[in-house]
Structures are given as structure tokens and as C-alpha cells.
């Protein structure tokens, strides 16, 4: 495999790996290419990132290399996340969200089980309208990020506390409860007829 290619080859590995990102023996076994190359790799396209000041930039954090964003656009992403026009929550974001409301604390893994597609995009969306956060970390190989819904996700429904959800009616099979659980916060949402913009 030529370098350019290896190099493209786990820019997309880090995108798909999301916050958790890839160890060096990870990205060694995935590519089943020698870990002194890809540690090169890694070097260069940090380098290639400060260089061509690209928006995005590769950082290693307890062993693990992932896509960070530069914390002086942090402004921007700050409008990207409270933009009006952004202020509606898609069919993938309401799913995530009905399965961390009546789940939680649940793993990114486990709702992608449940969703059976990929969620880390939805989780983010979430993470940054202030719906979701961090409440901890499983006891899990890899320790990963437990979420939990938030303060503003209780104004944002009007309720008063977790336990005012809708109660859904027992599926055996995750999608129909699934299907159920995002209705009943639709539904709930609908009734508060409330934007992100009442959302202090």
C-alpha cells in the first residue's frame, strides 16, 4: 500500500471513529500495515493539518488519535449549534434522543445496537443543542462515555422531572419500542409547540 493512500485510509478511520478514536495497534491491525508506518503516517498528517490550516487537526489523547476541530473557531461551532435554522431535530436526532431519555445512561454502542446505524453525528447534534451529556463512563472495556439527558431537555419537553415521560406500553422488539418512544416525544414536543429559541 502506498503512503498517500494509507494516509487517506485512516483520515477516514479517525472520521469514523468519532470521539473515541483508534490506538496505534488498532489502526495497525485494521490496516494490517507495520505500527512504525503507521505512527509516520500519524506524524505527517498532523503535520499536513498545521500546514495547510485545515479546519480540523489530528490529536492523541490517553494513547487513542482522533479529529479534534481548532478551539479558536470555537465561536463558529457555538452559531452552528444555536443557528435558528438548525433550531428543528431530525428524524436520526429524535430516535437518539428517545433512546437516551428512557434508557439511560446508555453507551454510544448500545444506542447504535438499538438504532442499528451509525449515531454518532445525532449524539453530537444533541451534545451541542444542550439535550444531552456526559454522566460518566461504563465499566466497559475501554471505559466509554456514558450519556444522560439534561436540564434543558426537561424545559425544552416541560417536564418536570425524568420520570414525567410518557410511559410506553411494553414491546418485546427494540425497533417497535423504539418507534413508540420517539412518538411519544414527538408528540410531546408537538404539544409544547416550543423552538430551541425558548431554550435559555
Do not use: W
Not at 446508555?106 to 451541542?128: S, Y
Request: with cysteine.
Amino acid at each position: 500500500m502506498d503512503f498517500p493512500k494509507l494516509k487517506s485510509i485512516i483520515e477516514g478511520l479517525l472520521f469514523l471513529s468519532g470521539e473515541e478514536g483508534l490506538t496505534v495497534k488498532q489502526l495497525t491491525e485494521i490496516t494490517e500495515q507495520p505500527g512504525d508506518l503507521i505512527a509516520d503516517a500519524l506524524e505527517e498528517m498532523k503535520r499536513d493539518c498545521e500546514q495547510e490550516h485545515r479546519g480540523i487537526q489530528i490529536v492523541q489523547i490517553a494513547g487513542s488519535y482522533k479529529l479534534a476541530t481548532l478551539a479558536e473557531h470555537a465561536p463558529y461551532f457555538e452559531r452552528l449549534a444555536y443557528s435558528p435554522s438548525r433550531s428543528s431535530l431530525s428524524q436520526a436526532a429524535l430516535e437518539t434522543l428517545a433512546i437516551v431519555a428512557y434508557r439511560q445512561p446508555i453507551t454510544r454502542v448500545e444506542i447504535e445496537e438499538i438504532r442499528g446505524v451509525k449515531a454518532e453525528r445525532a449524539i453530537q447534534t444533541l451534545t451541542n443543542k444542550g439535550l444531552i451529556e456526559e454522566v460518566g463512563r461504563a465499566e466497559a472495556i475501554g471505559r466509554p462515555i456514558l450519556y444522560g439527558t439534561t436540564k434543558s431537555f426537561l424545559d425544552y419537553f416541560g417536564l418536570a422531572t425524568i420520570k414525567d415521560l410518557p410511559e410506553p406500553s411494553q414491546f418485546e422488539g427494540d425497533m417497535d419500542s423504539l418507534e413508540e418512544e420517539t412518538q411519544l416525544l414527538f408528540d410531546k414536543l408537538d404539544g409544547q409547540q416550543l423552538t430551541f429559541d425558548d431554550v435559555e
